[in-house]
């Protein structure tokens, strides 16, 4: 079965940038989609096919993806971007598969 | 806009089914460019992708849970179903009901329901 990869956290400060990671195989072959998740809230999408943004969300967030890695970018971290990001494609064998998650804190 | 509702029993015995409905209100559920999806989610972990179904009936399920997963659409209700058989208590989770699109851009999950927890305890 495919899987992605993701650090459990990462940690930045208010202002700066922040990098979340998603490695599968080949994934530079697939197209990515990041959510964002917030305590008590249901994901919501936030960046497709790799680096599009859904209308309404903000240009701070950006996606990346080549290789064997997938990057979720957010330039000029607000305290508000504190949430839990996950990564998502679509595999033949395992259909949609996500990635574990990455805690978001902005200190 | 398009919303999506879950509901069904937030308590549920170990070895019996669990069973969950999703509503669509304010759009098509009969669209063939749309795959209505449970995912869910145990408490303080990730997401899991449960199966989904199109329209045509056409369904799809996660290989680790296909032995134990029923997914149904009642296009006339507007309404998708969830059953998970001989549950146990790795089952219990927050249960999502999501529209998945797969076009040109890929796949993804593009509308959300807000989640129902349900617990497997006796």
């Known amino acids: 079965s495919y899987e992605l990869t993701q650090p459990p956290s990462v940690s930045v400060s208010p202002g700066q940038r922040a990098t979340i990671t998603c490695s599968g195989d080949k994934l530079g072959d697939k197209y990515v989609c990041w959510y964002q998740q917030k305590p008590g809230q249901s994901p919501h999408l936030l960046i497709y096919?790799?680096?599009k943004r859904p209308s309404g969300i903000p240009v701070r967030f950006s996606g990346s993806n080549s290789g064997n890695t997938a990057t979720l970018t957010i330039s000029g971290t607000q305290a508000m971007d504190e949430a839990d990001y996950y990564c998502q494609a679509w595999d033949s064998s395992t259909a949609w598969v996500f990635g574990g998650g990455t805690k978001l804190t902005v200190l | 806009q398009v919303q999506l509702q879950e509901s069904g029993p937030g308590l549920v015995k170990p070895s019996e089914t669990l069973s969950l409905t999703c509503a669509v209100s304010?759009?098509?559920?009969?669209?063939?460019?749309?795959?209505w999806s449970w995912i869910r989610q145990p408490a303080g972990k990730g997401l899991e992708w449960i199966g989904r179904i199109q329209a045509s009936a056409s369904t799809n399920y996660n290989p680790s849970l296909k032995s134990r997963v029923t997914i149904s659409m009642d296009t006339s209700k507007k309404q998708f179903s969830l059953k998970l058989t001989s549950v146990t208590a790795a089952d219990t989770a927050v249960y999502y009901c999501?529209?998945?699109?797969?076009?040109?851009?890929?796949?993804?999950?593009?509308?959300w329901g807000q989640g129902v927890l349900v617990t497997v305890s006796s």
């Open positions: 096919e790799d680096s």
């Open positions: 304010g759009g098509s559920i009969s669209s063939g460019t749309y795959y």
């Open positions: 999501a529209r998945g699109v797969y076009d040109s851009s890929g796949y993804r999950f593009d509308l």
